[in-house]
């Protein structure tokens, strides 16, 4: 995927929606004054001013030629975020030794020239030697890692 | 002056034996289901709701030995902390009622949080049966050395005479030490600012000590050194009878304030199931445990009380007491966090 | 002389067989958790805390002083291997560090950062144990309004810490306060931008957001690079600091420990603040400050001076006063609590054994730390060379571990595969990371104090120019943004002449 758009400019509108989101969801955070401020000054002037900035990043890209975004990677980003996210759900419920695997694999699948059986002697390998390190070696709480 | 204290071996082996232990506390969640009569067959879970090193820490890891020698069975101290110990305390709520989960609780978990967190899932007098108190450690009212009051007395008719101008700090909106204040300044009918902290009671000290606040309430042992070192002065303490720590220093009842009795305590407590039996042999062993010489001794070096309850009933008598007079002051403040 | 029979009291405690074996221990086992991505000293700290329970107490502090510097050096190593500050004051070593190993300079970069780590450790306790209670008074004067303009003043540098554009910069240090203001407020015990989620009430954890957006986020534009992902130079050449080299970081290595020295003093961000604004300071006394960002020397070796320094001074208020000054210190203070001792103004009194033993053996850790780590770069730099389609699953692996061992908390590790796709984007669109991560530390700092400093002031916003210490960081402040605004001024002015002539 390659965007032929100005960073500036979507950098800007970032800002700006993060900015407008923080003060929509904190609207009903008291505010206070400023001798006794509320939970919700503070961020109300933060959001403020990063609205402010995305303005200029804005107006800036209309006004001056800025670096394109160029080409975003989707196959490592999702993949590699998938599989981390697949750590995250499996390590509670099927342990560390099958949400380490998944890790393995999914990241690896994520680059390029990707071989079945390297990955998975890979994966084992690591598994293995996380297991011995920090769980029995370290006594770092695992889920699932202490079984035998 | 001791000597230094040479390594021994037993103390290397003793460190060996912790190691063991901290590794054990893995293999306590694989366990399977149990008799109540050999209770107890496999290490205890102690869950302190707070990090190492904190005053809940102190207290675990002082019972911990001689608990673990009288019930024959490692306790195992596991902290959680998080979320003033709403973490812990949850975690541990939901915990097998088998009594191998045990909780620390203390004045805050138990008694102020749930009236502090409207979100707060565990109800502590439901979700725990109380087994005993262990450890009473009063509060102690400190100011800077040079703000003029030396007395309750005195501060009263200081603080009269400056409504709204006098700061005093605290150790979060939601403690014990700024309620303790709050009840107080009730009590006295006083108009004062409050000035919160967090991270313990460090910072907010430190800022007494170099007045930039005027006072605060601290429990005694963490602000006893200073009083004695002369970084702060004490104006009274939160005891019905004067502390031997500090035989100077008046009780608040004393200078005519007796509603400002008041205490950081903490106790034992298992998850609401746990069979009766399992419940009467833990009070029995805490109580055993709370005549240690040893640990009445380290807990009186750092200005703690230790104690214990007469009956599981007495000590859940105690913690709705003292729940009571929290939520009322929590309400009248309106401290309450949606 | 009083000084030279004290250390020699202290050297005499931390001088035992044992002891030095414990020491010895300390920092291995510090090392190899806090390699681990996003376990930092807290949390490693706090894992093998009980372990010195039942140990001396002499041992068990020198045991915990290894812990901790092991711990630091540990979080170092990995930002200059892969990217993956593993605490907070490695964020700035990440920047150049890992650029060097790009370049090959690996071994150089970690061996620098042990030196440089060493002097200042050895300078600082030479301090400690001159002028320690002295010192502890300067750090009760500042209070709440100084601190809010210390941050700031803080906050501003972070801008220089990007080699980009100010205003994605500043854009980015919001992002990162608005990130830190995630969890119950503190003054109010209101939740903010929880969205109900219990684990939120805490905020989110530093290394979730560092291991997301420096680490994954970078893994995942190694692998879109077409040359199959493999960024690191081959040929490592310059494992050991030649003469040039050292005449090129020692006068970098003692401005850093001087900065980092003093603020180390300070409670909360002491090491995070003296390890940026030395590197701020180094890239503007700097003849090629265009170096900076692409593998410098100086930057790492200002930088790991100043965290440690301040990681050393950060015992002042602690030992002198028994205040702790960071979640480190209330550990320490913990761990002496647990061994029966009271820390404050008594201690040095009543125990001076443990007093100046302390501060020998903190020098003894920096040393072991030292004597451990130069023979371990070796392994490391060849680390690098195992191919990195084989390299980067490990790294992605440890980083899962190091993220959910901090709480034990699956989410945590789902939130850092977030926030690495967030840091893939923002790195598209040319915004960097470092300042996010300072904004996110600060931030909480800054609100705390300012909302601190109007309480005591009852709502004058004049006590930041009435005091003193405050005012001039505020004039500092304003110095600093001229610098920073002056050359963009500048810039523009020559974009609008040059359109003019078109």
């Excluded at chain 2, 978990?109 to 502590?124: A, D, E, G, H, M």
């Excluded at chain 2, 005549?291 to 009380?305: A, F, L, N, W, Y």
Aim: proline share 7%; with cysteine.
């Amino acid at each position: 995927m390659d965007i032929k758009l100005s960073s500036d400019f979507l950098t800007g509108l970032f800002f700006c929606s993060l900015g407008a989101l923080a003060i929509i969801i904190g609207s009903d955070y008291p505010i206070g004054t400023a001798a006794r401020m509320g939970a919700g000054y503070f961020p109300l002037m933060v959001s403020s001013g990063l609205i402010l900035l995305g303005g200029i990043l804005i107006i800036r890209s209309f006004l001056t030629e800025t670096e394109e975004i160029g080409a975003i990677d989707v196959r490592p980003l999702l993949l590699l975020i998938g599989s981390i996210l697949l750590f995250g759900l499996l390590i509670e419920d099927w342990g560390f030794p099958v949400a380490g695997l998944a890790v393995v694999i999914g990241a690896r699948i994520a680059g390029r020239h990707y071989k079945p059986l390297e990955t998975a002697l890979l994966a084992v390998g690591l598994v293995g030697f996380c297991l011995v390190l920090f769980s029995y070696g370290l006594g770092l709480h695992l889920p699932a890692t202490r079984l035998w | 002056m001791k000597a230094c204290l040479p390594v021994t071996r037993r103390a290397v082996l003793s460190g060996v034996a912790l190691a063991g232990a901290v590794l054990a506390a893995g293999l306590a969640t694989t366990r399977p289901a149990s008799a109540q009569a050999d209770y107890p067959n496999q290490p205890i879970t102690l869950i302190v709701p707070f990090a190492p090193g904190g005053a809940s820490d102190f207290a675990a890891r002082l019972l911990q030995p001689r608990l673990s020698q009288i019930l024959g069975q490692q306790i195992v101290v596991e902290n959680r902390d998080g979320a003033a110990g709403n973490v812990g305390m949850d975690l541990a709520a939901r915990a097998k009622p088998d009594g191998y989960t045990l909780f620390l609780g203390n004045v805050g978990t138990v008694s102020i949080n749930p009236y502090i967190f409207s979100s707060l899932r565990v109800k502590p007098l439901q979700d725990f049966i109380p087994i005993s108190i262990v450890a009473d450690t009063p509060g102690l009212l400190i100011a800077n050395p040079k703000f003029p009051p030396n007395n309750v007395k005195e501060l009263v008719e200081y603080v009269k005479a400056r409504p709204g101008q006098v700061n005093f700090a605290s150790p979060g909106t939601g403690s014990v030490n700024r309620l303790e204040m709050e009840a107080f300044r009730r009590e006295a009918g006083l108009d004062m600012i409050h000035v919160p902290y967090k991270g313990g009671a460090g910072p907010a000290a430190a800022d007494v000590m170099g007045g930039h606040v005027s006072l605060m309430f601290v429990t005694i042992s963490s602000g006893i050194n200073h009083v004695k070192g002369g970084r702060l002065k004490a104006l009274g303490v939160s005891t019905k009878q004067r502390v031997p720590q500090l035989p100077d220093v008046p009780t608040m009842t004393e200078q005519g304030f007796p509603k400002s009795v008041s205490s950081s305590w903490q106790g034992v407590l298992a998850p609401a199931g746990t069979p009766q039996p399992i419940i009467d042999k833990l009070h029995a062993a805490v109580v055993e445990a709370m005549k240690d010489p040893t640990i009445r001794e380290r807990m009186g070096e750092s200005g703690v009380i230790a104690v214990s309850s007469p009956s599981p009933a007495d000590f859940k008598a105690y913690i709705q007491a003292d729940a009571d007079k929290w939520s009322g002051v929590i309400k009248e403040i309106g401290a309450k966090a949606d | 002389m009083e000084l030279f029979n004290d250390l020699l009291l202290g050297f005499s405690v931390a001088l035992t067989p044992a002891n030095l074996l414990y020491g010895f221990l300390g920092v291995l086992l510090g090392t190899v958790i806090g390699v681990l991505p996003g376990l930092g000293p807290v949390a490693t700290i706090s894992i093998l805390l009980p372990v010195t329970f039942a140990l001396p107490a002499p041992a068990a502090l020198i045991m915990l002083a290894g812990i901790y510097y092991g711990a630091q050096y540990g979080g170092s190593t990995t930002a200059i291997l892969v990217n993956l500050p593993g605490e907070s004051s490695s964020v700035v070593t990440a920047i150049d560090g890992y650029q060097m190993a790009r370049k090959g300079q690996a071994g150089l970069a970690l061996a620098t950062a042990a030196l440089c780590s060493f002097i200042a450790g050895t300078l600082a306790t030479l301090v400690i144990a001159v002028a320690a209670p002295a010192l502890a008074e300067v750090a009760l004067d500042f209070g709440p309004a100084d601190y809010f303009s210390l941050m700031l003043f803080g906050l501003v540098a972070a801008v220089i810490l990007a080699h980009g554009s100010v205003v994605k910069a500043i854009g980015m240090i919001l992002v990162g306060i608005l990130l830190g203001t995630i969890g119950i407020d503190a003054n109010t015990s209101l939740e903010r931008y929880t969205f109900g989620i219990p684990a939120f009430g805490d905020g989110i954890d530093f290394a979730v957001i560092a291991m997301g957006m420096f680490g994954i986020g970078e893994t995942i534009s190694n692998l879109g690079q077409s040359e199959g992902g493999r960024s690191f130079v081959k040929e490592v050449h310059g494992l050991w600091p030649r003469w040039a080299d050292i005449k090129r970081f020692i006068k970098p290595a003692l401005r850093g420990t001087f900065l980092g020295g003093c603020l180390g003093l300070l409670p909360g961000g002491g090491p995070v603040l003296a390890s940026f604004s030395t590197y701020a300071l180094e890239k503007k006394l700097s003849k090629t400050p265009g170096e900076f960002g692409k593998g410098a020397i100086e930057g790492v070796a200002g930088p790991e001076a100043a965290n440690n320094a301040a990681a050393q001074t950060a015992f002042i208020p602690m030992l002198t006063l028994g205040l702790p000054s960071s979640a480190v210190m209330a550990l320490m203070i913990g761990a002496l609590m647990m061994q029966g001792l009271s820390p404050g103004p008594q201690l040095m009194n009543q125990r001076p054994d443990l007093f100046w033993g302390l501060i020998a053996s903190m020098w003894l850790g920096n040393l072991m730390l030292v004597v451990l780590n130069l023979p371990l770069v070796g392994i490391w730099v060849k680390l690098l060379s195992v191919p990195y389609r084989m390299l980067y699953p490990a790294i992605m692996l440890f980083c899962c571990i190091g993220v959910y061992s901090i709480n034990n908390n699956a989410l945590d590790v789902m939130l850092a595969a977030i926030f690495g796709g967030f840091g893939y984007l923002m790195k598209r669109l040319h915004c960097e990371p470092a300042p996010l991560l300072l904004g996110f530390i600060l931030g909480p700092m800054i609100e705390e104090t300012l909302r601190r400093a109007l309480l005591i002031s009852h709502g004058d916003p004049m006590v930041f120019l009435q005091r003193p210490i405050s005012l001039s960081f505020l004039v500092l402040t304003v110095l600093l943004l001229v610098v920073l605004i002056a050359p963009m001024i500048r810039v523009t002015r020559q974009r609008a002449f040059e359109e003019s002539t078109d």
